[in-house]
């Protein structure tokens, strides 16, 4: 049986519109903020998720696994990048030092050395909010879409019959073998089986879950040739496809795809103008030479 993410009804703005006018001003967002790596023109997108977030009426409890998970994965990422300097060189050529940081100790005549630059840490910032801000209207999606409205949402932005099922399949596919995988690891442990204590290295580790992997796997298997057999029971693809579900654009839907429309048009035009891309304050610049 396949589920749904934790959707329910709720008063919030991101469910007053009608989900293709809100999968289409997501698609805008995510467009425009691709095209900038200016912190100053990234922080009116950041700032969009966070009103978004904080109208949609989640509660921390649910939505407290994704977050600290991506979270933690995007600040991860730009502390990486600002150890290490990578991945900001193509758009920056040269660095002003701010501080160098040397270990105490040589290994193998190499000696360890941190060097904070002005690109750097601009970089990073600049990074996160990029990323955050894509990251949380990502996660908006699947908390607030009907599970029920996934394939007729899919449908009415134009795409075939077989890609909007198949979409709308996917996304139900995610919690559903989440769920698979959590019964199992409960079932497995009801028999004595002792995840916690699982050691050695990673072929040994990935061996010793087989356990859990395996009835997983199968079971996922199983389960999509179960539908396929359900679906081509009922001729599913023989002709175009009846939805019982009805969607009707409204003003404010209309209104929400022009905002959207604007923004990628706008966002577009500055960066094929040479607008948004890496800055740096040239005050901080001068205080890292003056210093």
């Known amino acids: 049986m396949l589920v749904a993410w934790r959707y329910r009804k ?15 001003f997501y698609l805008c967002f995510l467009f425009s903020t691709l095209a900038f790596w200016d912190v100053r023109f990234l922080l009116p ?25 991506i979270g933690s994965f995007v600040f991860f990422f730009a502390i990486l990048t600002f150890l290490t300097g990578r991945g900001g060189q193509e ?78 399949l996917t996304m139900r596919f995610i919690p559903t073998f989440g769920r698979d995988f959590q019964l199992t690891m409960d079932a497995q442990r009801a028999r004595g089986y002792e995840l916690e204590k ?33 679906m081509d029971l009922r001729a599913f693809g023989v002709g175009p496809r009846t939805w019982l579900e009805e969607l009707t654009y409204q003003k404010r839907d209309r209104i929400l795809i022009a905002v959207g429309v604007v923004i990628v048009v706008i966002s577009m035009g500055l960066g094929f103008g040479g607008l948004g891309g890496f800055w740096v304050p040239s005050e901080l610049i001068s205080w890292a030479v003056g210093g």
């Not at 008063?11 to 999968?23: G, I, K, T």
């Not at 009835?215 to 359900?230: F, K, L, N, Q, R």
């Open 10 to 24: 709720r008063n919030s703005l991101v469910q007053w519109f009608d989900p293709r006018a809100w999968v289409i």
């Open 45 to 69: 997108f950041f700032t969009i998720a966070l009103f978004w977030l904080f109208t949609s009426g989640l509660q921390w409890n649910e939505v407290r696994r994704p977050f600290l998970f």
């Open 91 to 168: 758009l920056y050529k040269q660095e002003h030092l701010i501080r160098q940081f040397a270990a105490p100790f040589t290994i193998l005549g190499w000696r360890p050395t941190l060097d904070v630059t002005v690109e750097r840490a601009f970089f990073a910032v600049s990074q996160f909010a990029r990323v955050f801000s894509i990251a949380v209207m990502t996660i908006l999606i699947p908390y607030s879409l009907n599970p029920a409205l996934y394939g007729i949402t899919f449908k009415g932005l134009g795409l075939p019959d077989k890609i909007a099922y198949a979409m709308d």
């Open 198 to 230: 699982i050691s050695g290295g990673l072929i040994e580790q990935v061996r010793k879950l087989g356990p859990i992997i395996v009835p997983v796997t199968i079971h996922a298997i199983i389960g999509s040739e179960d539908i396929i057999d359900a």
